[in-house]
């Protein structure tokens, strides 16, 4: 787990447990590998444009849809190139990138389709692990976050 997140969910104060699973190189593998739902798989998607980064956050079962992003938010957001994700996530493994956006200092936007499901799961920096919750200390922990439809 990144000390980014392990500092986080300490201060937060929020129940979790935490699940290992053999590595895997995608969200898609990563369920697949830890037998969980995909839906309920929180992954994070660097965005940026001239105002800087936003992590969107959405189930790993669906795909992010920029044109909605962009009417939400009312920002020409584009996907993050990877070195400036190894950047902003320097604690964490390059696709390992938890939803705890805002502890790395910048905006978060959460897909409201998470907030339906009974738990959530979400990488804690690196390959091999995960945070799992209760959707309702999940969305505790993203209480800053702006919520929205975008996926």
């Given at each position: ?11 937060a ?16 593998e ?11 798989l ?7 444009d001239?105002?800087?980064y ?5 189930p ?32 964490c ?13 910048m ?10 499901q ?25 209480e ?8």
């Amino acid at each position: 787990m990144s000390p980014t997140v392990h500092m986080c969910l300490r201060d937060a104060g929020v129940e979790y447990e935490v699940v290992r699973h053999p590595h895997s190189h995608s969200s898609t593998e990563t369920a697949v590998t830890a037998a969980i739902p995909s839906d309920r798989l929180a992954k994070t998607i660097l965005l940026e444009d001239e105002q800087g980064y936003v992590g969107a956050v959405l189930p790993s079962s669906h795909h992010l849809r920029l044109p909605k992003l962009w009417d939400q938010t009312g920002r020409r957001l584009s996907l993050a190139n990877e070195s400036d994700i190894r950047e902003v996530f320097k604690d964490c493994e390059l696709g390992a990138i938890p939803p705890l956006c805002t502890a790395y200092g910048m905006k978060t936007l959460i897909d409201e389709s998470l907030s339906t499901q009974p738990d959530i799961y979400f990488e804690a920096g690196d390959h091999e692990t995960l945070i799992h919750m209760r959707t309702e200390q999940f969305m505790r922990l993203m209480e800053q976050a702006e919520k929205g439809h975008f996926s």
